[in-house]
């Protein structure tokens, strides 16, 4: 049997994150899971966690990390025999340890956008909300203007992706995902001391992954981050 893989992206918005795991589930055969997707799911099949989880959707709320959690978790859990990558969880630091504590990380990619990248890719983005399809009108555009693909149906612009709240969006994303970071690149150093001293025949009293978690970080070049998860694979 292969080893199972497990992967996670975060970056900021804008920078490409649906696009991006897309691509790199398609080219090394993971399971793409999107947390969007778990949310409007939830939402459509009227699910306990669903029902809470709408109130805050229709008032462009960002959901609770119990929630979020109570959502995402179950579903992991139904996916133990899969390799896969996650879209959208873990967002923060109490996520990404109720995560840890039910799987264990191969690889977290961290996505790092020049500002005016991020600024001209939010301002040019339309959504379809009933399904999530994003839309960029400079280099992804519908097939017909300000209507989706697939149903015909509208696209909206949300209020919080023109520009001038987008710096105050980044200052948010920033603050909660440098814990999360932070966490994995614990993780993957605490991994490196057990190995050491079970060299040395020491005991470790302490929690560690099964194997180093990659925190991997790039700037705008998606090319690279295929190129280095290839050799983590």
Known sequence: MAKLFRTAIMGP??????????RIAQNFGLQYLSSGHFLREGIAANTDAGVLVKGYVERSMLVPDHLMSRLMLPRLEQLTGHSWLLDGFPRTIAQAKALND???????????IPFETLRERVSDRW??????????????????????????????????DR??????RLRHYKDVAKPVMNLYKCLRQEKRITQQRRSSKQTAWFPV??????VLGYRHRPHLALHQLSSQH
């Open 13 to 22: 918005p804008g920078s490409g994150k649906g696009t991006i795991s897309k």
């Open 102 to 112: 039910i799987c264990q990380m191969d690889l977290v990619i961290s996505l790092n």
């Open 127 to 160: 959504i379809h909300p009933a399904s999530g399809r994003v839309y960029n009108m400079g280099f992804n555009p519908p097939q017909v203007q300000g209507r989706d693909d697939v149903t015909g149906e509208p696209l909206i612009q949300h209020a919080d």
């Open 163 to 168: 520009p001038e709240a987008l710096q105050a």
């Open 209 to 214: 992954p099964r194997h180093p978690v990659p």
